[in-house]
């Protein structure tokens, strides 16, 4: 088997349809491939949807009653046949040449092991998009899951492998690396963001490079919730939760009270300042300090509620 596909699914029926629809499209040409869709919400209706797929595509069905993303991709990889391992989403529209573009891609490429391609956000209407957004701010970028790195064949930062596109040598999962299902998409709302960080910053730093391959392209499905700023504040907690998961330099600075005792200043500060200018009509500058707030407050909450007790309680008490 040249390549598997793994998805994990909760409870999005409609936007999963479009998504397997788009995999029958595909142009595959000589390829063995395989889809494996794990259902995180165990739903009877999502089996249907799936199966009704198997005419068309070699799809196999699984249930994961275990929470979370990652905990669902684990599962689907212990079936998973192929030597290249390619990891997406249930809100994504493959372009029909993705599959082949990732696979010519690491036959270009052998001394590359983790491989990213183009992630464009597909809007259902830009006139809903709360007017304070600004869709050029990094964290914008991350959020809505848009990635552009040009028309060649680049290395990248393994950190800029997203989710929705992406693709790992089964030589990589051979050498002990993983996903860590503690963290990433489940039914928490609050939950730490960087589910593919977890497998693909450990396996950089053991030696294993990423590139990008720009003719991989996927839009991703932004749904009409996603456009607020209300959403876009708590992705952006989340993204704090996985920095701070993803930081182990963070865990060597003087604690106080549980947590980093820089952010003690750095929320208030960052608070008046987007108050400030909230006021004085600075949209854009609002807009960054807002977005800086609420990453800010997800790397406390990661430390007050999720990292290990002991760990803090140890440096909360280490001399100063």
Not at 6 to 33: G, M, N, P
Request: hydrophobic residues 40%; charged residues 25%.
């Amino acid at each position: 088997m040249d390549i598997s596909v793994l998805l994990a699914t909760y409870a999005r029926e409609d936007i999963l349809k479009k998504t397997l629809k788009s995999f029958v499209r595909l142009h595959t040409d000589d390829l063995t491939w395989e889809l494996v869709v794990i259902d995180n919400a165990c739903l009877d209706s999502t089996q249907t949807i799936v199966e009704s797929y198997s005419h068309e595509i070699d799809v196999t069905y699984l249930r994961q009653a275990a929470p979370g993303k990652n905990s669902a991709l684990l599962k689907g990889m212990q079936i998973a046949k192929g030597d290249l391992l390619v990891f997406t989403d249930d809100d994504v529209i493959a372009d029909e040449n993705w599959l082949q573009a990732l696979f010519e891609g690491s036959i270009r490429h052998s001394e590359y092991d983790l491989f990213g391609g183009k992630i464009t956000p597909h809007f259902p209407d830009t006139r809903q998009l709360d007017p304070i957004i600004d869709l050029q701010h990094p964290i914008s970028k991350v959020a809505f899951v848009d990635l552009d790195l040009g028309d060649k064949d680049i290395p990248m930062p393994a950190s800029q492998v997203w989710g929705p596109n992406m693709a790992v040598r089964r030589r990589v999962f051979e050498a002990g690396f993983t996903f860590d299902p503690s963290i990433g998409p489940s039914q928490n709302p609050k939950y730490t963001m960087g589910s593919e960080a977890s497998l693909l910053i450990p396996a950089e730093a053991a030696g294993f490079k990423a590139i990008y391959l720009p003719d991989a392209n996927v839009l991703h499905q932004i749904r009409p919730e996603q456009m607020s700023l209300t959403w876009l504040k708590g992705r952006a907690l989340r993204m704090g939760k996985g920095k701070a998961a993803n930081s182990p330099n963070l865990e060597k600075m003087p604690f106080f009270l549980g947590i980093p005792r820089f952010l003690y200043r750095k929320l208030v500060t960052l608070y008046v300042q987007k108050t400030i200018a909230k006021a004085i009509g600075n949209r854009n500058k609002a807009f960054d300090l807002e977005m800086s707030y609420w990453s800010a407050r997800g790397v406390a909450h990661y430390f007050m509620h999720e990292h290990p007790l002991e760990t803090n309680q140890a440096q909360a008490e280490s001399p100063k």
